[in-house]
């Protein structure tokens, strides 16, 4: 079937814009994550979403980040006046319910100018 | 919560030798322990995991063991390849299922 899927796949804005990254994940997979990965560097949690439990925010990085899912499906992750050091690339992932084996999509790189 | 640390952060081989990475956890209640692998470019892929209620598990040229009383699990790959340079990522799950990944493993096999 299908993967994860992410879009745009590549994304450059200029310094104070927002911008938006969807993430679609695998049908069925009630968990979904968002981590952010900067040039060279590990894999930064951002959020987590499982089924209709309240999300995980504790790795957001400041309030400019926020990301919702609806209908338990689609995910956006939004971040507000964007910074130069907003620029990663920024992977999503989702699983099984009461599994750990996570499947990433291919990721959203942004750039900041 | 989970803290997962990763060794070596980088590992140059010759090709046709051994490579090992070794992971150490924190909780104790962990009971699985993935392999993830990141070639450059592209996204992170399982390549092996591990539960609890073994010690070692092997595909081909790849193999995890798992030590619970030290809590720490290794990656070993055989006979590398060019193929095998990448990142390589150890993971063990918090108390919320959620995993937590290490900071990763830059291998580089050089022919």
């Known amino acids: 079937g299908a993967g994860v899927s992410q879009s745009p796949s590549n994304k450059v804005t200029e310094k104070g814009k927002d911008v938006e990254l969807r993430c679609d994940p695998i049908?069925?997979?009630?968990?979904l994550y968002w981590y952010r990965q900067s040039l060279g560097q590990g894999l930064e949690f951002l959020i987590y979403?499982?089924?209709?439990?309240?999300?995980?925010k504790s790795g957001l990085p400041s309030d400019r980040f926020s990301a919702e899912r609806t209908g338990g499906s689609v995910s956006t992750l939004t971040i507000q006046r964007t910074q130069q050091e907003d620029s990663a690339v920024y992977l999503c992932?989702?699983?099984?319910?009461?599994?750990?084996?996570?499947?990433f999509g291919p990721g959203t790189r942004l750039t900041v100018t | 919560g989970e803290n997962v640390e990763q060794h070596p952060s980088t590992l140059s081989v010759q090709e046709g030798d051994s490579a090992v990475i070794k992971c150490t956890y924190s909780?104790?209640?962990?009971?699985?322990f993935p392999w993830y692998k990141q070639e450059l470019g592209k996204r992170p892929q399982l390549i092996i995991d591990?539960?609890?209620?073994?010690g070692e598990k092997k595909d081909q040229r790849i193999a995890v063991t798992l030590n619970k009383t030290a809590k720490h699990f290794s990656l070993h790959i055989t006979e590398t390849q060019p193929e095998d340079s990448a990142v390589y990522f150890c993971?063990?799950?918090?108390?919320?299922?959620?995993?937590?990944f290490g900071s990763g493993t830059q291998v580089v096999v050089t022919p």
């Open positions: 979403f499982q089924g209709n439990s309240a999300p995980d």
């Open positions: 909780d104790s209640a962990s009971n699985y």
């Open positions: 049908s069925g997979h009630t968990a």
């Open positions: 993971a063990a799950p918090d108390s919320w299922g959620k995993l937590q």
């Open positions: 591990i539960r609890s209620n073994v």
């Open positions: 992932a989702s699983s099984y319910p009461l599994a750990y084996e996570q499947y």
